[in-house]
C-alpha cells in the first residue's frame, strides 16, 4: 500500500506559475502510472495529465504547453509545473499512482488562480 502527499498549492495571480509536489511512501520505478487529477467546485475529477512507466504521457488539451509533468525517482516525488495560470485552472488537485490495477490517491492541494 502506498501513501501519497501533495503540496506546493495556493494562491496565484492569472498568468502566474506554481509547481506541486507529491511525495509518494514507495519507490515511484514501482507503479505502472502516475499522474495528476484536478477538481473544480461543482465538477467531477478529470484528468491533468497521466504518465505510464512504458513512457507514453498524455495530457488534458486544456494544459497542454503549459502544464509539464516530471519526477525525482530518488525522492520518490512526482512533480506538476504550472505555468501560465488561468482563472479556469482553480481546483483541488490529486496526485494518484496505480500499482497492480490498484488507484492511490494524495488527499489533494488547492489551487486558486485568481486577481
Known amino acids: 500500500q502506498a501513501r501519497l502527499v501533495e503540496s506546493g498549492g495556493g494562491l496565484v495571480q492569472p498568468g502566474g506559475s506554481l509547481r506541486l509536489s507529491c511525495a509518494v511512501s514507495?519507490?515511484?520505478?514501482?507503479?505502472?502510472?502516475l499522474g495528476w487529477y484536478r477538481q473544480a467546485p461543482g465538477a467531477q475529477r478529470e484528468l491533468v495529465v497521466l504518465?505510464?512507466?512504458?513512457?507514453?504521457?498524455t495530457y488534458a488539451d486544456s494544459v497542454k504547453g503549459r502544464f509539464t509533468i516530471s519526477k525525482d525517482n530518488a525522492k520518490n516525488t512526482l512533480y506538476l509545473q504550472m505555468d501560465s495560470l488561468k482563472p479556469e485552472d482553480t481546483a483541488v488537485y490529486y496526485c494518484?499512482?496505480?500499482?497492480?490495477?490498484?488507484?492511490?490517491w494524495g488527499q489533494g492541494t488547492q489551487v486558486t488562480v485568481s486577481s
Open positions: 514507495a519507490s515511484i520505478f514501482t507503479f505502472s502510472a
Open positions: 494518484k499512482a496505480t500499482f497492480s490495477a490498484q488507484d492511490y
Open positions: 504518465a505510464t512507466r512504458g513512457g507514453i504521457t
